[in-house]
T-cell receptor, first 114, second 115 residues
Framework: GAGVSQSPSNKVTEKGKDVELRCDPI?????LYWYRQSLGQGLEFLIY????????KSGLPSDRFSAERTGGSVSTLTIQRTQQEDSAVYLC????????????FGDGTRLSIL | AQKVTQAQTEISVVEKEDVTLDCVYE???????LFWYKQPPSGELVFLIR??????QNEISGRYSWNFQKSTSSFNFTITASQVVDSAVYFC????????????FGTGTRLQVTL
């Protein structure tokens, strides 16, 4: 596709449920990133993929958060046993090959935990 | 540790006024890149510009201009003759060297342009 695609756009779920967020990067981009944007914390880095490997997972807030990337393309961010503090907009970005190339962002998934 | 500070939380201007958004950064890296992104009400972060630490030449692109000064660790962004469509949250971001390839963002400046 022309840009980074994220689904769903919005997700409302009950506390304690698991959720999966999907990101489809720009075709040909080897680097993929997940960020979280919330009112209190601003834009926070979560995880970085180069191909299918994740050399930097330092931003994942707890072991309830995990992510994978398959085929060097689509990535899934999974949050287990969701808590209310997980409510945020989850943004995915991709860049041509990591490094200093600009990151291009998707529209995000707005996650609301009831 | 890297840090980006955008001290201006919110700015309101009347259309056609010039406005400058401030960005101050901290890093121990000698090679780094600075970025500006725009986030309109629709929510998508839009890349505006990238600057590397060795290039202090100021840049102008249409109504936008950027002033990078290493001596003061600043990378300010000016919009000339602002328009209502410029209303958005603007983020400054930093990427240093090393294996970590993440962007460190400032907290953003919300710009409101009114008629």
């Amino acid at each position: 596709g022309a840009g980074v695609s994220q689904s769903p756009s919005n997700k409302v779920t009950e506390k304690g449920k698991d959720v999966e967020l999907r990101c489809d990067p720009i075709s040909g981009h080897t680097a993929l990133y997940w960020y979280r944007q919330s009112l209190g914390q601003g834009l926070e880095f979560l995880i970085y993929f180069q191909g299918n490997s994740a050399p930097d997972k330092s931003g994942l807030p707890s072991d309830r958060f995990s992510a994978e990337r398959t085929g060097g393309s689509v990535s899934t961010l999974t949050i287990q046993r969701t808590q209310q503090e997980d409510s945020a907009v989850y943004l995915c970005a991709s860049s041509l090959n990591g490094g200093y190339q600009p990151q291009h962002f998707g529209d995000g998934t707005r996650l609301s935990i009831l | 540790a890297q840090k980006v500070t955008q001290a201006q939380t919110e700015i309101s201007v009347v259309e056609k006024e010039d406005v400058t958004l401030d960005c101050v950064y901290e890093t121990r890296d000698t090679t780094y890149y600075l970025f500006w992104y725009k986030q309109p009400p629709s929510g998508e972060l839009v890349f505006l510009i990238r600057r590397n630490s060795f290039d202090e030449q100021n840049e102008i692109s249409g109504r936008y201009s950027w002033n990078f000064q290493k001596s003061t660790s600043s990378f300010n962004f000016t919009i000339t003759a602002s328009q209502v469509v410029d209303s958005a949250v603007y983020f400054c971001a930093l990427k240093g060297t090393g294996t970590a390839s993440k962007l460190t963002f400032g907290t953003g400046t919300r710009l409101q342009v009114t008629l």
